[in-house]
């Protein structure tokens, strides 16, 4: 089992930034990827970002490319969202995801909910213009 806190939410003017976090926990060893994932009233939950467990490949919507980075620091335990340039359009219900799976084919899929087996509790970020 695999325990995501998630912190580091709030509400920001546009243009503004957030640093986002989420601490793992319990068998993070079977952790391959890490994401994070946004869901805003009334809509999907969408994928934002994803990291491979060394961290050395990335993956982003379109929607948040050049804008949102992704980390992660396994000695740690954490995986980060640097959000910067916010939009009201951003505003929505942050929240990590864990995936223990392998990836065979398109990467496309670690930006998709149901690879990953794992979930925090959300952190809320408000964007107002």
């Known amino acids: 089992q695999v325990q995501l806190v998630e912190s580091g939410g709030g509400s920001v003017q546009a243009g503004g930034s957030l640093s986002l976090s989420c601490a793992a926990s319990?068998?993070?060893?079977?952790?391959?990827?890490l994401a994070w994932f946004r869901q805003a009233p009334g809509k999907e939950r969408e994928g934002v970002a994803a990291i491979s467990r060394g961290g050395g490949s990335t993956y982003y919507a379109d929607s948040v490319r050049g804008r949102f980075t992704i980390s992660r620091d396994n000695a740690k335990a954490t995986v980060y969202l640097q959000v910067n340039s916010l939009k009201p359009e951003d505003t929505a219900i942050y929240y990590c995801?864990?995936?223990?799976?392998?990836?065979?084919?398109?990467?496309?899929?670690?930006?998709?909910?149901?690879?990953?087996?794992?979930w925090g509790q959300g952190t809320q970020v408000t964007v107002s213009s």
């Open positions: 319990g068998y993070t060893g079977s952790i391959n990827y």
């Open positions: 995801a864990a995936r223990t799976a392998s990836v065979y084919g398109s990467y496309g899929v670690l930006l998709v909910a149901s690879g990953y087996g794992y």
